[in-house]
């Protein structure tokens, strides 16, 4: 059984982080999505300026986590209940699993950093818009309330 889990944040963190090459993250909130106790996604917001939030996605390879209901959760989060007007998404440039699954979602490339890896690779820049967020009602939303 799949389940949202939005009470264990350092878990969901650690999750993403090991997967993302990262130590950890700090100054975070997270969200994941467990299937039979075992996680099998994660999202990590960082960085919440009020209009804005970094956000980082990570998953244990398969797609079987995209389901309507924690879509809606990690979406409906950072918009409705941050507040938040974008959310921020960087993907290293050899990515390109990671490339065109942002660009799925609906995150628009926004620009270039340029040799900002410590291996020199670029980072890719992606943002969505509130408004541009298709997750947040319809199916979406009906989902979240039903998993509730």
């Not at 997967?19 to 994941?32: K, L, Q, S, V």
Request: proline residues 3%; contains cysteine.
């Amino acid at each position: 059984m799949k389940r949202i889990v939005w009470d264990q944040p350092e878990r969901v963190m650690q999750f993403v982080a090991e997967r993302t090459g990262e130590a950890a993250y700090r100054d975070y909130t997270a969200i994941g999505l467990e299937r039979d106790g075992e996680l099998v996604a994660g999202v990590v917001y960082q960085m919440h300026t009020g209009p804005a939030v970094l956000t980082h996605i990570a998953s244990d390879g398969t797609r079987a986590w995209l389901t309507p209901a924690y879509l809606g959760a990690i979406f409906r989060y950072p918009f409705l209940q941050l507040g938040c007007n974008r959310i921020t998404a960087i993907v290293r440039a050899d990515n390109a699993d990671s490339l065109r699954f942002v660009e799925h979602l609906g995150f628009e490339r926004e620009g270039v950093m340029r040799q900002a890896e410590r291996d020199g690779t670029d980072l890719i820049i992606f943002g969505m818009l509130k408004g541009e967020c298709r997750f947040i009602e319809g199916r979406h939303h009906a989902a979240l309330l039903r998993a509730a």
